[in-house]
């Protein structure tokens, strides 16, 4: 697949309301990617309610790579440094199989599917 032709990482923020803020993401989590991943999640965790948990929805990305690892693990200690939990839900194979050869399947909370 060329390079244009890769699917961009796209996430927005829900944070319309005092529930969880939902952080949409399809594409792939790549180093191509983690800039643009890296501003939403710092954005999603900077506006969301406090003690809100920070879902990351990603129903529609199935490929991670360490970059893309890299930016959910900074998101998460982001997270415990400013009171939210981040949840991984509905992950692809690849990367629960990628948090397992990496030690940290037990750094994020999983959803099977996205609640709500």
């Known amino acids: 697949m060329a390079a244009e032709d890769t699917p961009v990482p796209e996430a927005a923020a829900d944070t319309g ?18 800039g643009e991943l890296r501003e939403t999640l710092a954005a999603a965790l900077t506006q969301a309610p406090e003690g809100a948990d920070i879902i990351v929805d990603l129903r529609n990305s199935s490929f991670c790579d360490s970059a893309g690892l890299n930016v959910l693990l900074d998101a998460r200690r982001q997270g415990v440094r400013t009171g939210h939990v981040l949840r991984l839900a ?24 996205v609640p709500g």
């Not at 509905?90 to 999983?110: D, I, M, V």
């Open 90 to 113: 509905a992950p692809s194979h690849q990367l629960l199989r990628l948090l397992e050869l990496t030690g940290s399947n037990g750094s994020f909370p999983l959803d099977a599917s």
């Open 17 to 34: 309301h005092s529930g969880p803020c939902v952080v949409p993401v399809s594409g792939d989590l790549d180093l191509d990617h983690a």
